[in-house]
C-alpha cells in the first residue's frame, strides 16, 4: 500500500514538472505532425536578427512586432519547404552531396587542429609585430632528410662556430670566413669560383618583423636581446647562429625622404655637412636632395621614396626614425655601408588591432612550421580520445628480447632508393605481412595500405636513407589517418558542427528545391509566363509610381551620324548635307553616299546608328535639344574607339544628330520588360507554392504563444 502511495505521488509530480515545462515552452507551430516548440523557434529568431539570447527584452516596438511576424512567415515557409524537399528526395542527390561535401571540407578545417593552440599562435604573432628586429645569422645547411650522422656532424660544427662567434668582436668576419669555407668544399665550380669574394656584412638579414622567417628562427630571434648570440637554431634550412643587433618598435607602413651620397665618394662626408647645413638654414628639403642626393631615382622627386614597411627600408633608416624622429622632422647626418645618409620623415602608421589582423595572420599560418602546430596537438589529443595504439612500439610479452606486434620490415623491403626521383612502383602481392601496425578507435591499418600511402603521395624528395624516409612518411600516414578517422566522426562528436553541417545541408535543399519549383519553372513555362504577362500587364497605371518600371517614359528617335575627320568632310558642309536629306527624307545609305562624295582627297570613316532614347534615362540630348531638329555634337569618347584605325586626330572628329520624332510614353512589351514580369512571375508561383504546402502539410500557426512572445 505505501509502494503505491509513493507510486502515485511520483506519477503526480512527473506529470505537475511535465505541464511546468510545457507551460515555459509550449508548442508554437504544428508542421507535418511534427511539434516545434516556442525555444526552437526563438532561437533561430533572434540568430537572425543578431541578438544576445541572453540578453533582457526591452519595449515592444511597430517595428519588432513586424519583425516578429514577417519572420513567423517566414520560418513556416522555411520548414514546409525543407518537409517537401525530403519528400522529393533533394538530400539524395548528387549535386548536393557534392557540394556538401565541398563546404563540409572547409568547414571542418578549424574543427581538425587544437584551437587554443591557435589562439595562442594568433596572439603570440601580434605581440611579435609590436616589434622589428635586426640580425644577422651564419647557416650550417643540414636538410630535414639528413641521416643522423650528417645531422650530428653539422651540429657539431654549429656548435664550435657558436663558440668562435661569442669569442670574436666581429660576427661578421666569423659569417665570412664560414661561407668561403663551405664554397670551397661545395661541389658546384661556379659556387667555388665565388669562395674568395667578400661582403663586409656577410649574413646580414636587415630589419624583419613576424612572418619573415621560417617559425623556429623567428621565435629564437625574438626570445634574444640585442647583442646576444643564440646556441644553434634548428629549422629545415640546417642550424643558425642568430646575433641579434638591435630590436625596433614596429609601426606598419611608413614613408620618407632621404637625401644619400654614397660611398665611393671621396667627399661624401663634406656633402652631407653641408646638405644639412642648408635644411637647418631652411631651404626645403626637396630641393637640397635634388641637388645633393645620389639616389637619381628619388633626387628629382624630392627625395621621397615609396611607402613601405620597415622590414623592407635599411636597418639605418629605420633605426634614425626609431630615435624619436616625428613626422615632419629630418634626423641628423649618419653612416652606414652604404653611405652618408639624412631622412625625413613623412607618414608612420600604428599597428592595427589585434582583431583586424587575424584574418591576414590566419593567410600566412596556412603556409610554414607554424600551421602544423595546432594541427599537431589535435592529433596527439585525437590519439587520446580514441585509444591510438602503434603495435610497432608493442612487444609481444614483456620479455626484454620479446618480438614486437607488428613491424614495418614488409614496407622496407618493397621500397629502393626509386622512390626519392618518384618513379617508385611495387607489387602489393609481396606484403604478406597483413598484421596491423596501428589502430585508431576501431580501425586498423596494415602494411598494404601504408604501401599504398607512400606510392599515392611519392615526390621528388632530397636523398636520405631508406630508414629515415620510412620513418618519416610512417609518421605521416598515422597523422593523416588519424585525422582522417577524427574528420569521419566531427559531427558525431562535436554537436556544434553537427548543426552547422546541417544548416548547410538544409540551406542547399532550399536552394535546390526553388530552383526547381519556382525559378527554373518561371522560365521554362512559357505558356504560364504569357498568361501572366497577358493578365497582369492590362492593370499597369502610368500615373502609378510603382508601375513605373512598367513603361517607356517619352523617348526620342534619333539618327546619329558620325564622322572621322573633320578635315576631309567639314562641319558646316556636312551640316548643310544633313539639312537637305531631312528635307528630302533621304535614307541612311544615301547620306552616307552623299558625305563620301563630298570629302577630300584621302579617306574618312562614317557610321550611322538609329536609337531611341528616354528623357530622363540618356545623357545624349540636352533639356533645350529635347524636340526634333539637328544637332552637332563633339565625337564621343565611346564613338572615337571604333574609329581607332584612322590615323587621324581623335579630336577632328564629331557627330551629328538628327531627332526624327518624339515618342508618347508606352507599357514596355513582354519582352522590354521580361525581367521585371518574370522577378513577379516568380514570387506569384512563390505565394501559390506556398498556400499549397501550407494545406498540404497541416499547418496549425498558435498565435496566441506569438503575441506572448518578449525579445
Known amino acids: 500500500m505505501v509502494k503505491k502511495f509513493f507510486a502515485a505521488l511520483l506519477l503526480s509530480v512527473m506529470a505537475l514538472c511535465a505541464t511546468a515545462q510545457q507551460a515555459d515552452d509550449p508548442v508554437i507551430f504544428e508542421i507535418n505532425g511534427k511539434n516545434i ?10 540568430h537572425s536578427i543578431g541578438k544576445d539570447p541572453a540578453a533582457a527584452p ?41 557540394e556538401l561535401s565541398s563546404y563540409r571540407k572547409d568547414l571542418a578545417a578549424p574543427y581538425l587542429i587544437d584551437s587554443v593552440t591557435l589562439q595562442n599562435l594568433l596572439r603570440e604573432a601580434y605581440e611579435r609585430n609590436h616589434y622589428a628586429l635586426h640580425a644577422a645569422h651564419i647557416l650550417v645547411p643540414c636538410p630535414e632528410t639528413a641521416s643522423p650522422e650528417d645531422t650530428l656532424k653539422a651540429f657539431n660544427h654549429a656548435v664550435q662556430l657558436c663558440a668562435k662567434a661569442m669569442l670574436e668582436a666581429d660576427f661578421y668576419a666569423v659569417a665570412q670566413q664560414e661561407m668561403h669555407d663551405q664554397r670551397i668544399e661545395d661541389r658546384d665550380p661556379l659556387v667555388r669560383e665565388k669562395a674568395n669574394e667578400v661582403n663586409p656584412m656577410e649574413g646580414d638579414l636587415g630589419c624583419f618583423t613576424v612572418f619573415d622567417m621560417v617559425y623556429p628562427f623567428e621565435s629564437a630571434a625574438y626570445m634574444m636581446k640585442p647583442g646576444d648570440i643564440s646556441h644553434p637554431v634548428r629549422s629545415r634550412y640546417g642550424y643558425h647562429i642568430i646575433k641579434l643587433f638591435d630590436r625596433y618598435e614596429y609601426y606598419g607602413n611608413s614613408q620618407i625622404a632621404h637625401i644619400w651620397i654614397s660611398e665611393k665618394d671621396p667627399s661624401a662626408r663634406g656633402k652631407i655637412n653641408s646638405a644639412y647645413r642648408q635644411l637647418q638654414e631652411g631651404i626645403d628639403f626637396g630641393m637640397v636632395a635634388k641637388n645633393y642626393s645620389d639616389d637619381s631615382y628619388t633626387a628629382k622627386n624630392g627625395g621621397i621614396m ?10 639605418a633608416y629605420i633605426d634614425a626614425i626609431s630615435k624619436g624622429l616625428k613626422v615632419g622632422e629630418y634626423s641628423e647626418p ?35 612550421e607554424r600551421s602544423t602546430k595546432p594541427q599537431h596537438i589535435f592529433v596527439e589529443q585525437c590519439k587520446n580520445t580514441y585509444g591510438f595504439v602503434d603495435y610497432t612500439k608493442v612487444k609481444t610479452s614483456k620479455k626484454k ?6 613491424s614495418l620490415d614488409a614496407v622496407r623491403n618493397v621500397i629502393s632508393d626509386s622512390i626519392f626521383s618518384a618513379i617508385f612502383h611495387y607489387d602489393s602481392n609481396a606484403i604478406t605481412d597483413m598484421r596491423p601496425l596501428f589502430k585508431i578507435g576501431e580501425k586498423e591499418f596494415n602494411s598494404r595500405q601504408f604501401a599504398r600511402y607512400i606510392y599515392k603521395n611519392k615526390k621528388v624528395r632530397a636523398l636520405s636513407t631508406l630508414d629515415v624516409f620510412l620513418r618519416d612518411r610512417y609518421q605521416e600516414f598515422i597523422d593523416a589517418k588519424v585525422l582522417e578517422y577524427a574528420d569521419s566522426r566531427l559531427e558525431q562528436d562535436n554537436p556544434e558542427f553537427g548543426s552547422l553541417i546541417e544548416e548547410y545541408r538544409h540551406g542547399l535543399m532550399i536552394f ?75 535614307t541612311s545609305l544615301r547620306v552616307n553616299d552623299e558625305f563620301a562624295s563630298r570629302c577630300k582627297e584621302g579617306t574618312t570613316s562614317f557610321t550611322e546608328d538609329l536609337i531611341l532614347v528616354e528623357k530622363d534615362n540618356q545623357d545624349l540630348l540636352s533639356p533645350n535639344e529635347w524636340h526634333p531638329g539637328i544637332y552637332l555634337h563633339p565625337l564621343s569618347e565611346k564613338t572615337k574607339k571604333t574609329f581607332g584605325s584612322v590615323d587621324v586626330p581623335s579630336e577632328a572628329g564629331y557627330s551629328i544628330l538628327v531627332v526624327e520624332q518624339m515618342v508618347e510614353p508606352t507599357l514596355k512589351s513582354r519582352e522590354e520588360a521580361r525581367g521585371y514580369y518574370l522577378n513577379e512571375y516568380q514570387n506569384y508561383l512563390e505565394e501559390q507554392n506556398n498556400a499549397a504546402l501550407r494545406n498540404k502539410y497541416n499547418v496549425k500557426i498558435h498565435q496566441d504563444v506569438i503575441d506572448e512572445i518578449t525579445y
Open 512 to 586: 535546390a528545391y526553388n530552383d526547381h519549383k519556382v525559378w527554373s519553372r518561371a522560365i521554362k513555362d512559357t505558356t504560364g509566363f504569357e498568361e501572366f504577362y497577358t493578365k497582369f500587364s492590362a492593370t499597369r497605371n502610368y500615373n502609378d509610381t510603382n508601375d513605373a518600371v512598367y513603361f517607356w517614359d517619352e523617348r526620342a528617335r534619333v539618327h546619329i551620324y558620325n564622322v572621322s575627320d573633320s578635315t576631309q568632310l567639314p562641319t558646316a558642309k556636312a551640316m548643310k548635307i544633313m539639312k537637305k536629306a531631312v528635307k528630302k527624307g533621304w
Open 306 to 315: 615609396p611607402e613601405l614597411p620597415c622590414n623592407k627600408l635599411p636597418y
Open 401 to 406: 628480447n620479446a618480438p614486437y606486434a607488428a
Open 58 to 98: 526591452t519595449a515592444c516596438t511597430y517595428e519588432k512586432r513586424k519583425a516578429l511576424e514577417d519572420y513567423v512567415q517566414l520560418y513556416v515557409n522555411f520548414q514546409t519547404k525543407l518537409a517537401d524537399a525530403y519528400a522529393l528526395g533533394l538530400d539524395t542527390t548528387k549535386a548536393l552531396r557534392d
Open 37 to 46: 516548440h516556442k525555444s526552437e523557434f526563438m532561437k533561430e529568431f533572434l
Open 334 to 368: 649618419f653612416h652606414s655601408p652604404f653611405g652618408w645618409h639624412i631622412v625625413k620623415l613623412l607618414k608612420k602608421d600604428t599597428i592595427p588591432s589585434f582583431e583586424s589582423l587575424v584574418p591576414y595572420y590566419r593567410t600566412r599560418m596556412t603556409r610554414g
